[in-house]
Protein backbone atom coordinates (compact mmCIF):
# COMPACT_ATOMS: atom_id res chain seq x y z
CA UNK A 1 0.00 0.00 0.00
CA UNK A 2 1.04 4.00 -0.58
CA UNK A 3 2.87 4.87 2.34
CA UNK A 4 3.10 8.80 2.90
CA UNK A 5 5.23 11.28 4.65
CA UNK A 6 5.52 14.32 5.46
CA UNK A 7 8.74 16.38 6.91
CA UNK A 8 9.18 16.65 10.48
CA UNK A 9 6.18 17.04 12.87
CA UNK A 10 6.47 20.41 13.50
CA UNK A 11 8.04 23.59 11.75
CA UNK A 12 8.14 27.01 13.08
CA UNK A 13 9.06 30.18 10.97
CA UNK A 14 9.07 33.74 11.29
CA UNK A 15 6.10 35.32 10.59
CA UNK A 16 6.06 36.87 7.06
CA UNK A 17 8.72 34.62 5.50
CA UNK A 18 7.91 31.40 3.35
CA UNK A 19 6.61 28.23 4.76
CA UNK A 20 7.59 25.04 2.76
CA UNK A 21 6.02 21.68 3.71
CA UNK A 22 6.85 18.42 1.90
CA UNK A 23 5.36 15.19 1.08
CA UNK A 24 6.58 12.69 0.02
CA UNK A 25 5.00 9.37 -1.04
CA UNK A 26 6.64 5.61 -1.77
CA UNK A 27 4.81 3.93 -4.55
CA UNK A 28 2.47 4.12 -7.54
CA UNK A 29 2.23 7.96 -8.34
CA UNK A 30 -1.32 9.28 -7.25
CA UNK A 31 -3.48 10.71 -9.69
CA UNK A 32 -4.87 13.72 -7.46
CA UNK A 33 -2.57 15.05 -4.62
CA UNK A 34 -5.04 16.89 -2.20
CA UNK A 35 -3.87 19.63 0.96
CA UNK A 36 -5.28 20.21 3.40
CA UNK A 37 -5.61 21.91 7.42
CA UNK A 38 -6.54 21.00 10.12
CA UNK A 39 -7.00 23.18 12.83
CA UNK A 40 -7.15 21.75 16.50
CA UNK A 41 -10.37 19.93 17.38
CA UNK A 42 -11.78 20.31 13.95
CA UNK A 43 -11.96 18.48 10.64
CA UNK A 44 -9.50 19.29 7.99
CA UNK A 45 -10.95 21.86 5.29
CA UNK A 46 -9.35 21.58 1.68
CA UNK A 47 -6.83 23.85 0.35
CA UNK A 48 -5.88 22.60 -3.26
CA UNK A 49 -5.51 19.58 -5.60
CA UNK A 50 -3.45 19.09 -8.01
CA UNK A 51 -3.17 16.43 -10.84
CA UNK A 52 -0.40 14.34 -11.87
CA UNK A 53 0.29 16.28 -15.48
CA UNK A 54 0.28 19.66 -13.65
CA UNK A 55 3.66 20.88 -11.87
CA UNK A 56 2.50 23.41 -9.91
CA UNK A 57 -1.35 25.05 -8.61
CA UNK A 58 -1.48 28.27 -7.03
CA UNK A 59 -4.50 29.81 -4.92
CA UNK A 60 -3.90 33.23 -2.94
CA UNK A 61 -0.59 33.14 -1.04
CA UNK A 62 -0.52 29.03 -1.47
CA UNK A 63 1.38 27.29 -3.81
CA UNK A 64 1.46 23.46 -4.72
CA UNK A 65 4.39 21.91 -6.97
CA UNK A 66 4.15 18.02 -7.44
CA UNK A 67 7.12 16.19 -9.01
CA UNK A 68 6.46 12.28 -10.07
CA UNK A 69 9.90 11.78 -10.37
CA UNK A 70 10.75 13.08 -7.05
CA UNK A 71 7.35 11.12 -5.95
CA UNK A 72 7.25 14.64 -3.83
CA UNK A 73 4.71 17.55 -3.65
CA UNK A 74 5.90 20.55 -1.97
CA UNK A 75 3.46 23.16 -0.34
CA UNK A 76 4.57 26.51 0.36
CA UNK A 77 2.94 29.74 1.88
CA UNK A 78 4.30 33.05 1.57
CA UNK A 79 4.13 35.91 3.71
CA UNK A 80 3.25 33.26 6.24
CA UNK A 81 0.98 35.05 9.05
CA UNK A 82 0.23 33.67 12.80
CA UNK A 83 -2.76 32.66 11.41
CA UNK A 84 -1.35 30.05 9.38
CA UNK A 85 -0.74 28.26 12.22
CA UNK A 86 -2.59 24.79 12.24
CA UNK A 87 -1.49 21.23 10.98
CA UNK A 88 -1.12 20.76 7.23
CA UNK A 89 -2.02 17.20 5.68
CA UNK A 90 -1.49 16.11 2.11
CA UNK A 91 -3.62 13.25 0.82
CA UNK A 92 -3.32 11.24 -2.31
CA UNK A 93 -5.37 8.59 -4.41
CA UNK A 94 -4.14 5.21 -5.45
CA UNK A 95 -5.03 4.24 -8.95
CA UNK A 96 -2.93 1.14 -8.38
CA UNK A 97 -5.60 -0.44 -6.29
CA UNK A 98 -8.53 1.21 -8.02
CA UNK A 99 -9.20 2.53 -4.22
CA UNK A 100 -11.77 5.77 -4.12
CA UNK A 101 -10.60 6.87 -0.99
CA UNK A 102 -7.45 9.46 0.06
CA UNK A 103 -4.68 8.01 1.85
CA UNK A 104 -3.05 11.05 4.39
CA UNK A 105 -0.18 11.84 5.80
CA UNK A 106 0.35 11.83 9.36
CA UNK A 107 0.39 15.99 8.75
CA UNK A 108 3.25 18.80 9.77
CA UNK A 109 2.47 21.13 12.87
CA UNK A 110 2.99 25.19 11.63
CA UNK A 111 3.80 27.60 13.80
CA UNK A 112 3.74 31.03 12.41
CA UNK A 113 6.10 33.12 15.22
CA UNK A 114 4.85 36.91 15.62
CA UNK B 1 -25.27 26.26 3.82
CA UNK B 2 -25.08 23.69 6.24
CA UNK B 3 -21.52 21.37 6.17
CA UNK B 4 -21.24 18.01 7.72
CA UNK B 5 -22.39 17.34 11.00
CA UNK B 6 -21.02 14.99 13.71
CA UNK B 7 -23.14 13.75 16.60
CA UNK B 8 -22.41 13.26 19.82
CA UNK B 9 -18.85 15.56 19.84
CA UNK B 10 -17.60 13.69 22.80
CA UNK B 11 -18.77 10.11 24.19
CA UNK B 12 -17.10 8.62 27.18
CA UNK B 13 -17.96 4.80 27.66
CA UNK B 14 -16.74 1.57 29.41
CA UNK B 15 -14.71 -1.05 27.69
CA UNK B 16 -17.37 -3.93 26.52
CA UNK B 17 -20.30 -1.31 25.44
CA UNK B 18 -21.93 -0.63 22.40
CA UNK B 19 -21.49 2.93 20.93
CA UNK B 20 -22.70 4.40 17.71
CA UNK B 21 -21.38 7.18 15.90
CA UNK B 22 -23.45 9.68 13.45
CA UNK B 23 -22.95 11.56 10.60
CA UNK B 24 -25.04 14.10 8.56
CA UNK B 25 -23.46 14.52 5.10
CA UNK B 26 -24.16 17.88 2.66
CA UNK B 27 -27.36 17.27 0.56
CA UNK B 28 -26.84 15.83 -2.47
CA UNK B 29 -23.15 14.32 -1.71
CA UNK B 30 -23.40 10.86 -3.04
CA UNK B 31 -19.65 9.85 -1.81
CA UNK B 32 -19.52 9.24 2.32
CA UNK B 33 -16.43 8.42 4.38
CA UNK B 34 -15.41 7.42 7.92
CA UNK B 35 -12.13 8.18 8.89
CA UNK B 36 -10.11 7.28 12.40
CA UNK B 37 -7.65 9.83 13.77
CA UNK B 38 -5.66 8.75 16.82
CA UNK B 39 -3.15 11.11 18.18
CA UNK B 40 -0.41 12.20 16.41
CA UNK B 41 -1.29 9.57 13.23
CA UNK B 42 -2.75 10.71 10.32
CA UNK B 43 -6.32 9.57 9.29
CA UNK B 44 -7.27 6.26 8.97
CA UNK B 45 -9.66 5.13 6.40
CA UNK B 46 -12.50 3.01 7.77
CA UNK B 47 -15.33 2.38 5.28
CA UNK B 48 -16.54 4.14 2.03
CA UNK B 49 -20.35 4.61 0.83
CA UNK B 50 -20.78 5.52 -2.75
CA UNK B 51 -24.65 6.07 -3.53
CA UNK B 52 -26.70 2.59 -3.99
CA UNK B 53 -23.25 0.46 -4.31
CA UNK B 54 -22.15 -1.84 -1.85
CA UNK B 55 -19.39 0.23 0.82
CA UNK B 56 -15.97 -0.56 0.57
CA UNK B 57 -15.29 -2.06 4.20
CA UNK B 58 -11.73 -2.48 3.59
CA UNK B 59 -10.44 -0.08 6.11
CA UNK B 60 -12.70 -1.68 9.70
CA UNK B 61 -9.86 -3.54 11.85
CA UNK B 62 -12.07 -6.03 13.21
CA UNK B 63 -15.79 -6.94 12.72
CA UNK B 64 -16.93 -4.83 16.38
CA UNK B 65 -16.90 -2.00 13.85
CA UNK B 66 -19.85 -1.72 11.37
CA UNK B 67 -21.49 1.25 9.23
CA UNK B 68 -25.13 1.68 7.75
CA UNK B 69 -26.18 4.39 5.60
CA UNK B 70 -29.65 4.96 5.41
CA UNK B 71 -31.80 6.68 2.31
CA UNK B 72 -28.33 7.59 0.85
CA UNK B 73 -27.71 10.35 3.33
CA UNK B 74 -27.36 10.05 7.12
CA UNK B 75 -24.66 7.25 8.27
CA UNK B 76 -23.85 5.23 11.37
CA UNK B 77 -20.76 3.81 12.74
CA UNK B 78 -21.16 1.40 15.28
CA UNK B 79 -18.28 -0.24 17.58
CA UNK B 80 -19.34 -2.95 19.42
CA UNK B 81 -17.65 -4.11 22.72
CA UNK B 82 -15.63 -1.43 22.68
CA UNK B 83 -11.74 -1.67 23.51
CA UNK B 84 -9.38 0.91 24.97
CA UNK B 85 -7.52 1.09 21.42
CA UNK B 86 -10.77 2.31 19.87
CA UNK B 87 -10.35 5.77 21.80
CA UNK B 88 -9.50 8.11 19.03
CA UNK B 89 -11.61 11.06 17.27
CA UNK B 90 -13.88 9.41 14.36
CA UNK B 91 -13.93 11.67 11.20
CA UNK B 92 -16.59 11.52 8.76
CA UNK B 93 -16.68 13.33 5.40
CA UNK B 94 -18.96 13.58 2.32
CA UNK B 95 -17.89 14.11 -1.49
CA UNK B 96 -19.68 14.86 -4.68
CA UNK B 97 -18.34 11.92 -5.88
CA UNK B 98 -16.02 9.20 -5.96
CA UNK B 99 -12.25 9.50 -6.32
CA UNK B 100 -9.47 11.46 -5.50
CA UNK B 101 -10.23 14.48 -8.08
CA UNK B 102 -12.85 15.38 -5.39
CA UNK B 103 -12.36 17.20 -2.62
CA UNK B 104 -13.64 15.83 0.79
CA UNK B 105 -15.72 18.34 3.38
CA UNK B 106 -15.49 16.90 6.98
CA UNK B 107 -17.34 17.10 10.30
CA UNK B 108 -16.00 18.13 13.35
CA UNK B 109 -15.80 14.91 14.03
CA UNK B 110 -16.86 12.23 17.31
CA UNK B 111 -13.90 12.14 19.98
CA UNK B 112 -14.59 8.38 21.65
CA UNK B 113 -13.11 7.75 24.92
CA UNK B 114 -13.26 4.05 26.40
CA UNK B 115 -12.50 4.00 29.94
Known amino acids: SQKIEQNSEALNIQEGKTATLTCNYTNYSPAYLQWYRQDPGRGPVFLLLIRENEKEKRKERLKVTFDTTLKQSLFHITASQPADSATYLC?????????????FGTGTRLTVIP | GAGVSQSPSNKVTEKGKDVELRCDPI?????LYWYRQSLGQGLEFLIYFQGNSAPDKSGLPSDRFSAERTGGSVSTLTIQRTQQEDSAVYLC?????????????FGPGTRLTVL
Open chain 2, 27 to 31: SGHTA
Open chain 2, 93 to 105: ASSEGRGGYNEQF
Open chain 1, 91 to 103: ALDDPATGANNLF
